[in-house]
């Protein structure tokens, strides 16, 4: 199989992308961050960011009345809507071909190991002190 190169001369991301519609569906940058799980500074860095690679001013922000798209901003929404279903449609595909053994681990968890936990057992914090509640816990869990 030959891959040839395309020129792509792309200066954003598509969590900026998710960042915008984000904010576009709730109206709000503190109500977007909350669902993009990020602090509403960075979530406006990611929209000025975004605003700044393409060029366009993509949203009127009000303290008081949230946020509303510009004409150059509803464009855009429906630009970004359809290539991030579209990468949705791809990294499905892609872990569609792997079996779903490839892809990203959510944020926040690790992948399941086998072997010696990461952490220990929390019990064994108290062997010593109370060895009751180590040999209850070691009798239950063999």
Not at 51 to 78: A, C, D, F, I, Y
């Amino acid at each position: 199989m030959t891959v040839r190169k395309v020129p792509l001369d792309v200066r954003y991301t598509l969590r900026q992308l998710q960042c915008f519609v984000a904010v576009s569906q709730a109206g709000t940058l503190n109500e977007a961050a909350s669902r993009c799980h990020v602090s509403p500074p960075a979530l406006s860095l990611a929209i000025s960011e975004l605003e700044r690679s393409l060029g366009v001013k993509l949203l009127v922000r009000h303290r008081s009345k949230g946020t509303h798209l510009t004409p150059g901003g509803s464009r855009v929404l429906k630009l970004a809507e359809s290539l991030l279903a579209q990468a949705k449609d791809l990294q499905e595909s892609a872990d569609a071909e792997s079996g779903g053994c490839h892809g990203r681990q959510p944020s926040g968890h690790l992948p399941h190991h086998t072997g010696s936990p990461i952490r220990p057992d929390p019990a064994h914090r108290l062997q010593g002190r109370v060895p009751a509640v180590i040999e209850g816990h070691a009798s239950s869990s063999r």
